[in-house]
């Protein structure tokens, strides 16, 4: 079996919009599923080997299916992604102002759906897939994505201040702050913000509190000097690990211990973290 993962930084023009590059070559996998998370990040993914094939998407409406190109929205459950023999492609996180930016739309307007990036970008996604294709090298597929995603139009009109603002805090807050205090600080009724928050983010305010939360907690639990989870729970924010063990059942279907275990056998989500930092201090 044989792993490998190289994280890029985006060009500065982009730094707002995407948070991080992963490049990942996985060979000899075992067969099997893993769970690709919640985050507060959406998840485009470009496969240069068979198509991202999706057993459960995070929208039980939605049916199962295979992408070459896929983006995802935000969401409160996790996809099951079925491990092919061999993996190789680009991932890319991107924060909600750059769904508007690079995808169109705002992260509201995918919902927690997954779809075709050639639904989103048209030709764009083919230019991209034929090029990363063509191009050896992660730093040189890095620059491709540069050179592709700076060309895109950007926000054709940006999210009102005080959404931004909202999310800003939220995700300062590492998910703890309360529904009311965030509405009070940027000036809205509780309503008003739920409703806007929503159609603008996908997600209601509490729910992408849980999420930002969750991540955070998998980050502690990932860690090789992995505290133990009660401590993990009193960093995040939760009453108790009882508390953790919950929002980990509803988020990722299962309690940290069991994801862990499952999570033995490498997969792009492992390996993209093993590569990454705490996603609630950047």
């Known amino acids: ?29 075992p067969p099997g599923v893993h769970l690709g998370l919640p985050s507060r990040h959406l998840t485009v993914v470009l496969s240069l080997a068979g198509p991202v094939r999706l057993t459960a998407m995070p929208d039980p409406a939605q ?7 896929l983006a995802g929205g935000l ?20 924060t909600p102002a750059g769904a508007r930016a690079l995808l169109a739309v705002p992260a509201g307007a995918l919902g927690p759906a997954v779809v075709g990036l050639e639904d989103l970008l048209g030709a764009g996604a083919r230019e991209l897939l034929d090029r990363l294709a063509a191009t050896a090298g992660w730093a040189g597929r890095f ?3 540069d050179d592709v995603l700076v060309r895109r139009p ?32 940027v000036g809205w009724s509780r309503r008003n913000l739920a409703d806007r928050f929503q159609r603008e983010y996908g997600l209601p305010p509490k729910a992408a509190a849980r999420v930002v939360r969750f991540e955070r907690s998998r980050a502690l639990v990932q860690r090789r000097d992995r505290p133990s989870l009660a401590a993990v ?25 069991a994801w862990l275990a499952a999570e033995d056998l490498p997969s792009v989500q492992a390996v993209a973290a093993a590569t990454g930092h705490d996603p609630g201090h950047d």
């Open 143 to 145: 620059a491709v994505l």
């Open 154 to 185: 950007g926000p054709a009109r940006p999210p009102d201040a005080p959404l931004a603002r909202a999310w800003d805090l939220l995700v300062a807050s590492g998910g703890t702050v309360r529904v009311g205090e965030l509405a009070e600080r």
């Open 1 to 29: 079996m044989s792993v490998e993962a190289v994280t890029g930084r985006p060009a500065p023009a982009l730094s707002a919009w995407v948070r991080r590059y992963v490049g990942y070559r996985l060979t000899g996998v």
């Open 233 to 257: 729970a009193a960093a995040c924010g939760y009453a108790d690990q009882a508390h953790l063990a919950r929002e980990w059942r509803d988020l990722a279907g299962c309690p940290p211990s």
């Open 63 to 69: 049916s199962p299916g295979a992408f070459q190109a």
């Open 75 to 94: 969401a409160t459950r996790p996809a099951v992604i079925a491990q092919d023999a061999v993996q190789e492609g680009v991932q890319l996180e991107l």
